[in-house]
């Protein structure tokens, strides 16, 4: 019944579902639902290969996609899920050995408005909507930055909880016992997202299942959060805003074009660092370092 009604939603009330646009008034919704290009994708097919992750406007309306790039290898290996909202962005590179693309997880509807009529909707929207807008985009590379740096010198461990929490964050529904992942996640996935092999990752899992911070139901797995939060150096993340309060300040270098891959390359994310992590990189008064 829940699938049948699903299907019959329309590019509208996907959107009037995703936080990003929640400020969006209903006339912009319209607007933006009238010159979405859609089209619905199968499990395991390519939504945007690499050139087009780099380009365009592009919306996850339903489904859950992935981004994957080939490891050094030459292997495809998963690198992130993605729930419903705008696709964050990667920059084009003259020589790329990654190949990074975003796939279909499960059965999912892409809709990309074109950046005329985005940034047509984007320029009379408040604040509060380009915001969003930036964080969705910057959530991704911090999360990817913390959970791949090596400078942390975080073990596998503190990895696989790091990468548990954030799928609580966007797939996560709490209940009595945890956080119930809404998503299928294999092993495989996971060993890909934290750079370690399935068995490895097999056994920390049984290991978080021992300790009672992971309950497996099904194929489904219930994490509790808080517990994690408490028992390594890894933050819990408190709801879905955990990078609402920011100082960081979109930079725009054209007038034309409000939210883009050029802009967002000027974002400063050491604000998202420093507030995760509670201490300040840079001293007061110091401007950080912009990402141009």
């Given at each position: 019944?829940?699938?049948?009604?699903?299907?019959?939603?329309?590019?509208?009330?996907?959107?009037?579902?995703?936080?990003?646009?929640?400020?969006?008034?209903?006339?912009?919704?319209?607007?933006?639902?009238?010159?979405?290009?859609?089209?619905?994708?199968?499990?395991?097919?390519?939504?945007?290969?690499?050139?087009?992750?780099?380009?365009?406007?592009?919306?996850?309306?339903?489904?859950?996609?992935?981004?994957?790039?080939?490891?050094?290898?030459?292997?495809?290996?998963?690198?992130?899920?993605?729930?419903?909202?705008?696709?964050?962005?990667?920059?084009?590179?003259?020589?790329?050995?990654?190949?990074?693309?975003?796939?279909?997880?499960?059965?999912?509807?892409?809709?990309?408005?074109?950046?005329?009529?985005?940034?047509?909707?984007?320029?009379?929207?408040?604040?509060?909507?380009?915001?969003?807008?930036?964080?969705?985009?910057?959530?991704?590379?911090?999360?990817?930055?913390?959970?791949?740096?090596?400078?942390?010198?975080?073990?596998?461990?503190?990895?696989?909880?790091?990468?548990?929490?954030?799928?609580?964050?966007?797939?996560?529904?709490?209940?009595?016992?945890?956080?119930?992942?809404?998503?299928?996640?294999?092993?495989?996935?996971?060993?890909?997202?934290?750079?370690?092999?399935?068995?490895?990752?097999?056994?920390?899992?049984?290991?978080?299942?021992?300790?009672?911070?992971?309950?497996?139901?099904?194929?489904?797995?219930?994490?509790?959060?808080?517990?994690?939060?408490?028992?390594?150096?890894?933050?819990?993340?408190?709801?879905?805003?955990?990078?609402?309060?920011?100082?960081?300040?979109?930079?725009?270098?054209?007038?034309?074009?409000?939210?883009?891959p050029r802009s967002l390359r000027a974002v400063s994310v050491s604000s998202q660092i420093n507030k995760l992590f509670a201490s300040p990189v840079f001293p007061p008064g110091k401007k950080s370092i912009a990402m141009a």
């Amino acid at each position: 019944m829940d699938r049948q009604k699903n299907a019959n939603l329309t590019d509208l009330d996907l959107l009037n579902r995703l936080k990003p646009f929640a400020s969006l008034s209903a006339q912009a919704l319209r607007e933006l639902a009238s010159g979405l290009n859609s089209a619905n994708f199968q499990r395991r097919e390519v939504l945007l290969p690499e050139e087009a992750l780099a380009t365009g406007v592009h919306i996850l309306l339903k489904g859950v996609a992935k981004i994957t790039c080939l490891n050094r290898c030459g292997k495809r290996v998963t690198v992130a899920l993605l729930a419903p909202g705008p696709i964050p962005e990667f920059l084009s590179l003259p020589v790329s050995r990654w190949r990074f693309r975003c796939d279909a997880y499960s059965h999912c509807r892409v809709g990309s408005p074109g950046w005329d009529l985005f940034n047509a909707i984007v320029r009379k929207a408040s604040e509060a909507v380009l915001s969003e807008l930036y964080r969705n985009n910057l959530r991704l590379w911090c999360r990817l930055l913390l959970r791949s740096s090596t400078f942390l010198n975080l073990s596998l461990h503190e990895r696989i909880e790091m990468a548990l929490l954030e799928l609580c964050e966007d797939f996560g529904i709490k209940e009595a016992r945890g956080t119930l992942l809404s998503v299928f996640l294999s092993h495989k996935d996971l060993a890909d997202m934290v750079g370690a092999s399935r068995p490895r990752v097999t056994e920390h899992l049984a290991e978080l299942e021992r300790k009672g911070l992971v309950i497996r139901q099904g194929r489904q797995l219930i994490v509790r959060s808080d517990k994690i939060g408490n028992s390594t150096r890894i933050p819990p993340p408190d709801t879905n805003d955990s990078f609402a309060n920011t100082s960081a300040q979109p930079y725009f270098p054209k007038g034309d074009q409000l939210y883009g891959p050029r802009s967002l390359r000027a974002v400063s994310v050491s604000s998202q660092i420093n507030k995760l992590f509670a201490s300040p990189v840079f001293p007061p008064g110091k401007k950080s370092i912009a990402m141009a």
